[in-house]
């Protein structure tokens, strides 16, 4: 993250806030200890993590994780690192009970396909997708009932809000342990991430692999994109970068670019429902040869943004792509979709010629 200059924001006030455990002993040295959350100091009843209350920072002294206040409240409460600030900032010290973080041992896995797109379907029931969120789906040129069928939705806004969406998954008979995105926060699950809008990335039959969240509020204008993950946090689940299939799969020919939401506003703008298979990065390729396989495509065209040739890193992964999908058997042609530069994705093309009809 780029450079920035916070306000002080004591660094003991924020590991309280975050429930950290504090050793009273060290509590008027300028070194005040913590237990680390995010190694569990390899054993319980011990304090690796220092915080310095000159310059506000914590470091691990055992697994290394360092950064000031905002850094941590971000980590520890899966957010950005604005909506971490505005929070430090705008809300009450009121301090949950220090909770004994426990070891890390290995990092829990998701739960199986079915099991994932059961709960992420009755999870997107009971979720709404608000006016703003509405508005930027339109202006991309999807169509109200677009909208409504590939089920976009707003993640829940506040933090009472989330945890009535952990309780009424349970009420419906869902164990949350392993869905990405849950966690415990203090013994209750709740829900974590930013704010924005979730995607749904599906496999080729449909099904909710994970979810996608467009951020309201990016740190880092080239990361609007981030994965429905608690990974690390207690209860938590890690996600893959799944990849996304929208459009008709019947077709033989597949269209191949970068991220679910521009695979599915391209599909749409087509006007003949063509068929997108999306990656989550150019480097995320794991699952797009089985995805290509699976589908029966017999054609591939890559469709990815116009600037990424310009840069030498992204080029060679592009370049690796192209490889890998040359590669598969069945897969008898394969071009490259060119438009005017003016326009950075084949999304924004699309939309700029659905303008001129
Ligand atoms: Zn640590």
Redesign the pocket.
């Known amino acids: 993250m780029a450079a920035r200059v916070y306000d002080k924001i004591p660094i003991v006030d924020t590991a309280r806030r975050c429930g950290l455990v504090l050793d009273s002993r060290t509590l008027h040295h300028s070194e005040v200890e913590a237990s680390?959350?995010?190694?569990?100091?390899h054993g319980a009843g011990k304090y690796?993590?220092s915080l310095n209350t000159d310059t506000d920072q914590y470091r691990?002294?055992?697994?290394?994780?360092s950064g000031n206040s905002v850094t941590l409240y971000a980590r520890l409460m899966g957010v950005t690192s604005k909506e971490a600030y505005q929070a430090l900032k705008l809300e009450g010290k009121v301090y949950p009970m220090p909770q004994q973080p426990t070891p890390k041992t290995q990092e829990r896995q998701p739960l199986p396909l079915e099991a994932r797109h059961a709960m992420y379907s009755d999870m997107l029931e009971h979720l709404t997708l608000l006016p703003r969120h509405q508005d930027n789906l339109l202006e991309r040129g999807l169509s109200k009932e677009r909208i409504a069928r590939n089920q976009y939705r707003s993640m829940p806004e506040t933090e009472r809000g989330r945890r009535l969406l952990a309780a009424l998954l349970r009420s419906d008979g869902y164990d949350l342990l392993g869905l990405p995105g849950f966690r415990t926060y203090y013994g209750e699950w709740t829900l974590s991430g930013p704010k924005g809008f979730l995607i749904p990335v599906r496999n080729k039959d449909g099904l909710i692999q994970g979810l996608k969240i467009r951020l309201d509020d990016a740190d880092d204008p080239g990361r609007k994109y981030r994965w429905l993950s608690s990974r690390g946090l207690p209860g938590g689940a890690r996600s893959y970068s799944w990849v996304h299939v929208t459009g008709d799969t019947s077709k033989k020919r597949a269209f191949l670019t970068e991220g679910p939401l521009k695979g599915d506003v391209a599909s749409y703008l087509s006007g003949s429902d063509a068929l997108f298979v999306c990656i989550g990065g150019v480097n995320a390729l794991h699952g797009l040869k089985d995805t290509l396989v699976d589908l029966g495509v017999t054609e591939v065209v890559e469709a990815m943004d116009m600037d990424q040739m310009t840069n030498e890193q992204v080029r060679k992964a592009i370049l690796a792509i192209r490889r890998e999908v040359q590669q598969i058997r069945g897969i008898k042609k394969y071009s490259k979709y060119t438009w005017s530069q003016a326009y950075k994705g084949v999304d924004d093309y699309l939309l700029s010629r659905v303008a001129e009809r």
């Open positions: 680390c959350p995010f190694c569990g100091d690796h993590l691990c002294n055992l697994c290394g994780a």
